[in-house]
């Protein structure tokens, strides 16, 4: 591979970013390129670049120096990049066939160059269009199972565990978690964003002791439970999918957090999709969910019995233990993310995009409840199944 | 303040920590020094240079490349010498009274420079010489609350808290810890070390399943729970004390991990005295455990409602659910620590120097009693009273 060297962060163009793939050697000599941005230009550039004749192309990702999550700009660290590429390649040691493979990275131009994905769908996007990508839940149950499983002290030696957390330290990135999924949409804070019609619902949630503490725990356990390398930020609108095909993306909010928090944010957006469905298209959601945990569960515990580097692994309980806990945590963490993609700074389209306004705000409504239930009620559920039943019952 | 450069670790011998301290200027010109090694030669050497007239001295810390802990020297890092010049300064600025005030570190040298506490006792033989040290439990309670709170996600900004929390990564020292304390004496290790006569008992441990399950959960809580910046090893070893004063030291091991463990390590300490007296000497200890925790929880709870940065900190019930986990976990780090004081590698001069045999070998089974009930019943003690009846039922 071509060494590039450089030294001065500046902002890519469509021109710079073909240049640089040529000088990496990513194209043949005399490639006929086309480049074009593609990012939604609020955190980075994305430039898409690719080869007419072949039609093969590869992406490059450059973080800004700034985010306009708020409406106007504020600083924000280029060390993102960083966490990206690295937490890409730590993946792929695990699971490369759930993400893109990384090409190059430059710390000072803060850029990954990474495989094309243009063949796959957001997933949020399909399952908004009514897709079920039949293979979904199995294979990012599979990538939750094997990144926690081999990141965690009982998947790796204890110390380069602690080495590889301290190379994750993540401030900024999970400041916007601990804001805008832990605490904004529990208070009357100007970053939330809701429908007039929803503000009395919203002040009933404001006045809920009983949630606002059990928020406040899960917020405490996402601040200190430094468990297992999480992707951050598991959306449905992170993954790339096909009907036998899933890329998880973006894993720039990288970091060492509590097991249950990536399995909670997909439930959670599978949720927000069944929330904008008819009753009768909801099922493969459920059935999503199911198999995530089941997939998730079954190769975890394979793992344990097999590969555990912990002398506690045999001990009877202890694997029950973790992972009883994970689903209590994931089932608290999924209901903070159906709260704050309602009544919070970033919404989903899959409930935005209800066209019909009484059938939205009814949609909204029930995710209000539904979110709180999950959140209130985590230790209750005993297993998936009860994401239907209190689904059902705050419909 | 003199600048010393030095590039190359060599162990000082007496002339050159003499030297150092003579170019440090932390001596009058012509002072007549003596310097002597005070260190107990396993993983530290300890000057202590005092100036024959004015009786004034300081005391030069550094760390040996190896430990002797097994009974053969293994490599250890020299960053721990960095690990403790920064704990203690970082503790030094909320309690500075309880910390030797530190003069001088140098990284290369693996050197810490500090304050002279010889007119002080080490709190643990002053306690084996039947020494009660009356406010003994009132600065250690205050040092906890202080430190924990100031380092944790309510006490300070949290994205600087998780950038000191990467400043003190420290994986062979909580090595050191994970094996010995919480893995070792639970399993038929080689490291153990203990009486024939109490093979029986010891015996009894390891083949107690719910013990088990009970200490992995805690050594998880240790591995994983990333609170506050703690000591990391606060037995009455690490505290110098008189009717006064109460100096804490060598935070070599100190780390980010679970509020609890401090609190623990320091009750299971008192215990391992208490356990060495007759019945009727052992009231000053309970009590200190009484107050170490109404003063830890009275501070920590008046910070908490004056100083608390966490937008959730007014949620009724948080600072409670706080303060029970943190006193849940020092009951179960407690029972850890008395046992493995007792069957493990590094044992304590309080039941080793029991003279007669049979009381010495009824006081250390009554230690693994007590530890194996506050490991698997620390969620039903109600408070601090708890170590009394715990202690009174498996004597």
Chains 1, 2 share one sequence.
Not at 33 to 38: A, G, P
């Amino acid at each position: 591979m071509t060494i590039v060297q450089s030294t001065v962060y500046e902002p890519l163009t469509e021109q710079k970013a073909t240049a640089l793939a040529v000088r990496l050697g990513l194209f043949r000599d005399g490639a006929p390129l086309v480049c074009r941005e593609i990012g939604d230009g609020n955190l980075n550039l994305v430039f898409h670049i690719v080869d007419q004749e072949t039609k093969q192309g590869v992406i490059i990702k450059q973080a800004l120096p700034y985010a306009k999550v708020v409406g106007e700009s504020w600083p924000l660290t280029l060390k993102r990049a960083v966490i990206e590429s690295n937490a890409l390649r730590t993946f792929a040691s695990f699971v490369p066939q759930y993400v893109p493979n990384v090409y190059y990275s430059d710390e000072s131009l803060a850029i990954t160059v990474m495989e094309d994905l243009s063949h796959l769908q957001i997933a949020r996007k399909g399952l908004i269009e009514g897709k079920t990508y039949p293979l979904l839940s199995r294979h990012i149950g599979e990538f939750i199972a094997k990144t926690a499983f081999y990141t965690s002290d009982f998947g790796m030696n204890q110390q380069e565990k602690k080495k590889l957390a301290q190379s994750f330290v993540n401030p900024e990135l999970c400041k916007i978690t601990e804001d805008l999924v832990f605490t904004d949409p529990f208070f009357d804070h100007d970053t939330n964003n809701f429908e007039d019609e929803l503000r009395p619902d919203v002040e009933t949630l404001w006045n809920d002791d009983r949630l606002r503490l059990e928020a406040a725990k899960l917020k405490r356990k996402f601040l200190t439970e430094a468990d297992v390398l999480l992707h951050g930020d598991l959306h449905t609108g992170s993954i790339f999918a096909s009907t036998d095909e899933t890329k998880v993306i973006d894993p720039e909010f990288a970091f060492y957090g509590p097991i249950g928090f990536d399995l909670g944010q997909f439930f959670a957006n599978l949720l927000l999709n069944a929330l904008s469905r008819p009753e009768f298209e909801r099922q493969p959601l459920f059935d999503h969910i199911d198999r995530t945990w089941d997939v998730f569960a079954s190769i975890f515990s394979e793992l344990w019995r097999t590969k555990s580097i912990e002398t506690y692994a045999a001990t009877p309980g202890l694997l029950d233990d973790v992972l009883r806990h994970a689903f209590v945590d994931a089932v608290g963490f999924a209901g903070c993310e159906v709260i704050r993609r309602t009544i919070g700074l970033a919404h989903v389209a899959d409930l935005d995009g209800i066209e019909q306004k009484e059938a939205r705000l009814a949609a909204k409504r029930h995710a209000l409840r539904l979110g709180r239930r999950l959140i209130v009620e985590r230790n209750e559920l005993t297993g998936t199944d009860g994401f239907r039943r209190v689904f059902a019952e705050t419909e």
